[in-house]
């Protein structure tokens, strides 16, 4: 469905929320922010990932629907992206941009909660059975903290459907990505969650750009029907140079499932397509710009369940069959998406293309403990890409390339892909 708002109303609720109470004192670094977002709403800087979320809000706001958000550092956001609460300077008096925007809008509430992950989401997820038409937030203040949270996660979130056809529409925003800030602060296991996902019981999207996150957010309440959305929101995207929008990007069209190369490469010079979900496609891509390379495509797979194949062929179409496709991770082998996409993956695309992963090497722990180690680790991750060769035989069945793509894949084959490669 279309998620778009004219741009107009987007400038007006931007500046509207930059408006500040009559004698009220912000924060220096506050101020600072109130400015930006003004020459955001005036077209003179692209908006980024906090701007996006805050009108996305404000627009499902002035349309009447009721948004809560609550998290360890909500009102804030953890990294100091959100500022949807502001505090007075001098006397610590509180004011919500989003409250004052037109008259008649629903109700905001934006609640910081205590570090109690399982009741807290508890409590959100009985909350957004009994509003099914608003946006119901719960945020991990790292996505690593839903571990806390997995009895509501198993017992209710991905099962109340099949079990008591209770429909939710509770939102999950868990902050995920590699950025060497240690095990506990790196991955929200999105590999749970796709083990989990099945029947079309839940949605995992991972959306890369601002305009993403604000489609994703409106189609959350627009469209009719319910179902929970797991989201992997960035950390260092959040201020990163090229993860910005225009405004025209957020005024028609919807949430992609999945981006195609956006570069101006000609396809029939591809030697390789890089599949890839997150923060590593901004990695990827800086590394394509530095060595010069224009025969390699990157495609984002944004949505992860419900599988995008209709989505993902279209994005596949241009490029000459037999390509060889890489999934590219930053996540350990045995975690991330690629041991629950892999199986799809061979079964849609295997006919035409030979399927590999790249990643870092399986691990018993979500990522190491040393910045040093980390940055080494993600060298040698991007560093794989330009070795990649094609594999031999590209005349061959499909059948064959399958069979080769399963026997040469980066790590051991399991026995089971063994039995099955020597089968085919």
Same mark, same amino acid.
């Given at each position: 469905?279309?998620?778009?708002?004219?741009?107009?109303?987007?400038?007006?609720?931007?500046?509207?929320?930059?408006?500040?109470?009559?004698?009220?004192?912000?924060?220096?670094?506050?101020?600072?922010?109130?400015?930006?977002?003004?020459?955001?709403?005036? *077209?003179?800087?692209?908006?980024?990932?906090?701007?996006?979320?805050?009108? /996305?809000?404000?627009?499902?706001?002035?349309?009447?629907?009721?948004?809560?958000?609550?998290?360890?550092?909500?009102?804030?956001?953890?990294?100091?992206?959100?500022?949807?609460?502001?505090?007075?300077?001098?006397? *610590?008096?509180?004011?919500?941009?989003?409250? %004052?925007?037109?008259?008649?809008?629903?109700?905001?509430?934006?609640?910081?909660?205590?570090?109690?992950?399982?009741?807290?989401?508890?409590?959100?997820?009985?909350?957004?059975?009994?509003?099914?038409?608003?946006?119901?937030?719960?945020?991990?203040?790292?996505?690593?903290?839903?571990?806390?949270?997995?009895?509501?996660?198993?017992?209710?979130?991905?099962?109340?459907?099949?079990?008591?056809?209770?429909?939710?529409?509770?939102?999950?925003? &868990?902050?995920?990505?590699?950025?060497?800030?240690?095990?506990?602060?790196?991955?929200?296991?999105?590999?749970?969650?796709?083990?989990?996902?099945?029947?079309? +019981? @839940?949605?995992? /999207?991972?959306?890369?750009? %601002?305009?993403?996150?604000?489609?994703?957010?409106?189609?959350?309440?627009?469209?009719?029907?319910?179902?929970?959305? @797991?989201?992997?929101?960035?950390?260092?995207?959040?201020?990163?140079?090229?993860?910005?929008?225009?405004?025209?990007?957020?005024?028609?069209?919807?949430?992609?499932?999945?981006?195609?190369?956006?570069?101006?490469?000609?396809?029939?010079?591809?030697?390789? @397509?890089?599949?890839?979900?997150?923060?590593?496609?901004?990695?990827? +891509?800086?590394?394509?710009?530095?060595?010069? !390379?224009?025969?390699? /495509?990157?495609?984002?797979?944004?949505?992860?369940?419900?599988?995008?194949?209709?989505?993902?062929?279209?994005?596949?179409? %241009?490029?000459?069959?037999?390509?060889?496709?890489?999934?590219?991770?930053?996540?350990?082998?045995?975690?991330? /998406?690629?041991?629950?996409?892999?199986?799809?993956?061979?079964?849609?695309? *295997?006919?035409?293309?030979?399927? !590999?992963?790249?990643?870092?090497?399986?691990?018993?722990?979500?990522?190491? *403990?040393?910045?040093? @180690?980390?940055?080494?680790?993600?060298?040698?991750?991007? =560093? &794989?890409?330009?070795?990649?060769?094609?594999?031999?035989?590209?005349?061959?069945?499909?059948?064959?390339?399958?069979? !080769?793509?399963? &026997?040469? =894949?980066?790590?051991?084959?399991?026995?089971?892909?063994?039995?099955?490669?020597? +089968?085919?």
């Amino acid at each position: 469905i279309d998620t778009g708002v004219p741009e107009e109303s987007l400038s007006n609720l931007l500046l509207k929320q930059t408006e500040l109470p009559d004698g009220f004192t912000p924060h220096k670094k506050i101020k600072r922010l109130l400015q930006i977002r003004k020459d955001m709403a005036a *077209g003179e800087r692209k908006l980024d990932w906090g701007t996006a979320e805050a009108l /996305a809000f404000a627009s499902l706001l002035t349309e009447g629907y009721r948004i809560r958000v609550s998290g360890q550092d909500a009102q804030r956001g953890t990294f100091s992206h959100r500022h949807a609460v502001l505090h007075d300077a001098k006397t *610590g008096k509180q004011h919500t941009p989003l409250k %004052p925007l037109v008259s008649g809008q629903g109700t905001v509430e934006i609640v910081n909660s205590p570090l109690s992950e399982a009741g807290v989401l508890g409590f959100d997820y009985g909350y957004s059975l009994d509003c099914p038409d608003g946006l119901i937030i719960w945020e991990a203040q790292f996505g690593d903290f839903v571990n806390a949270a997995q009895v509501i996660i198993d017992q209710f979130i991905v099962s109340a459907e099949d079990k008591w056809q209770r429909y939710s529409g509770m939102v999950m925003l &868990l902050p995920h990505g590699f950025e060497g800030q240690g095990p506990e602060h790196s991955s929200a296991r999105f590999e749970r969650f796709l083990q989990l996902a099945a029947e079309s +019981n @839940i949605q995992i /999207a991972v959306p890369t750009t %601002p305009d993403q996150f604000f489609h994703l957010l409106r189609r959350q309440v627009i469209r009719k029907w319910r179902k929970p959305l @797991i989201v992997m929101t960035p950390k260092s995207l959040l201020r990163h140079r090229d993860a910005v929008s225009s405004f025209s990007s957020l005024t028609s069209g919807s949430y992609m499932k999945v981006i195609g190369d956006t570069s101006d490469l000609n396809p029939q010079k591809v030697k390789r @397509i890089l599949l890839c979900t997150g923060k590593i496609y901004y990695d990827l +891509n800086e590394r394509r710009r530095q060595t010069e !390379r224009d025969d390699v /495509a990157i495609v984002r797979i944004e949505q992860l369940y419900p599988v995008p194949h209709e989505d993902l062929e279209a994005a596949l179409a %241009p490029y000459p069959e037999g390509t060889p496709v890489y999934w590219v991770q930053e996540e350990p082998e045995n975690m991330g /998406a690629w041991n629950s996409v892999k199986g799809r993956l061979y079964e849609a695309h *295997g006919d035409t293309h030979t399927i !590999r992963r790249v990643s870092r090497t399986e691990s018993g722990s979500p990522a190491t *403990g040393s910045a040093a @180690i980390h940055k080494q680790e993600q060298a040698e991750l991007l =560093d &794989l890409i330009p070795r990649l060769q094609l594999l031999p035989g590209e005349d061959e069945t499909a059948f064959e390339d399958l069979r !080769r793509a399963l &026997l040469l =894949d980066l790590a051991p084959a399991t026995p089971y892909e063994v039995a099955l490669a020597e +089968n085919l």
